[in-house]
């Protein structure tokens, strides 16, 4: 399977994209990135499909520092758990390394390597990728957000020592010098941030030891709990239903992988795709109906119905009543034969 990453890093995308004139609707469309993932932060979503939106965008707008913008409003919240136990350390240089342990939590295809000598810290980035580098937004946006991240812990004043990229410069180099608030060398080895020695020893006031151990805790749970496919097929289909294209070939290019792929885990954890389609169904058209101005017609083809009257013989035959009936509050006294449990047949 593919790298994924939190949706929670379009938190802020919306916005960027209105900024320089993009629809960010049309954009996420053209990215294949459902919309719904943008009200639920913890939604995985393929790095592959973020980078290929970041690139479009900036391509789209004219803006190359779209990726620095990006990062530009972004900061620990983004992180979820991994924020939270970054500012809970004693010291930046402890909150770094808790960075750079946790961060595959919320991005699977980020690394982050610390090189110390006796006067300099480097921070290095890798991101995972079919390319030898990962696309130039794509590397602003994750650098620019650890420069942010280890800003927050000093406060406005600091600054790095220096900042390194691979690509060639930039048109305005001096965008990237005020973001950075230091000398940012293009077309070097690597994707670094060098801080000084005695950076890595400033203390965190806010800090939390009790707080940090508890969430570590967490965090090391998670980790060592994997997630089954039934629960990542099961997330992709709520957002891909939402957003009204859901069928098993989007899920499967959603995880990267192939639909008998799909099939041979679901059919071995017990479960199939329609399965978990039907579920997830039943659960949104309730929600759906319960707005009587919203045509049935619409409910249905985004539930991917080919026609109202498929989904109200469906309705029939999951609710034991009709659409009609249930707006009226009815609700059967016994389930209809399709629901009853298996040791029933």
């Not at 994209?17 to 939604?43: C, F, I």
């Not at 965008?57 to 990006?70: P, V």
């Not at 319960?290 to 249905?300: M, N, S, T």
């Not at 498929?310 to 249930?326: Q, S, V, Y």
Request: with cysteine; aromatic share 6%.
């Amino acid at each position: 399977m593919a790298d994924l990453i939190r949706s929670a890093s379009l938190s802020y995308y919306p916005e960027i994209a209105r900024s320089v004139g993009l629809d960010p609707r049309q954009m996420m469309r053209k990215a294949r990135l459902p919309l719904a993932v943008l009200d639920k932060p913890d939604t995985p979503i393929p790095v592959a499909s973020l980078r290929r939106l970041l690139e479009m965008s900036a391509a789209a707008s004219g803006a190359e520092d779209f990726g620095l913008r990006l990062a530009e409003r972004g900061g620990l919240t983004n992180f979820g758990a991994v924020g939270l136990i970054v500012r809970e350390q004693a010291t930046v240089g402890e909150a770094i390394e808790a960075f750079s342990r946790f961060i595959h939590v919320h991005h699977e295809g980020m690394k982050l390597d610390i090189v110390r000598d006796k006067q300099t810290v480097t921070v290095r980035l890798h991101l995972r990728g079919r390319r030898p580098t990962a696309p130039r937004q794509s590397i602003d946006t994750a650098l620019g957000s650890v420069h942010r991240i280890i800003q927050s812990l000093f406060g406005s004043d600091w600054r790095p020592q220096e900042v390194h990229l691979h690509y060639p410069p930039p048109h305005d180099r001096k965008r990237y010098r005020d973001f950075f608030g230091c000398r940012v060398v293009f077309n070097a080895d690597d994707d670094a941030i060098l801080l000084s020695v005695h950076d890595m020893e400033r203390r965190i006031p806010s800090a939390h030891p009790l707080v940090a151990n508890y969430l570590r805790k967490r965090i090391e749970a998670i980790e060592n709990r994997p997630a089954s496919w039934e629960e990542k097929v099961d997330d992709v289909v709520r957002s891909l239903l939402a957003s009204g294209d859901c069928t098993v070939e989007r899920v499967a290019e959603h995880l990267a992988c192939t639909r008998r792929t799909i099939h041979r885990h679901l059919a071995a954890s017990g479960t199939s795709f329609s399965a978990i389609l039907e579920a997830q169904r039943a659960d949104l058209v309730i929600q759906l109906i319960e707005d009587p101005g919203r045509p049935l017609a619409d409910i249905a083809a985004q539930l991917g119905f080919s026609a109202q009257s498929a989904m109200a013989r469906w309705f029939r035959g999951r609710f034991g009543c009709t659409i009609t009936d249930w707006r009226k509050g009815a609700r059967p006294l016994a389930q209809p034969a399709n629901m009853l449990p298996a040791s029933a047949a």
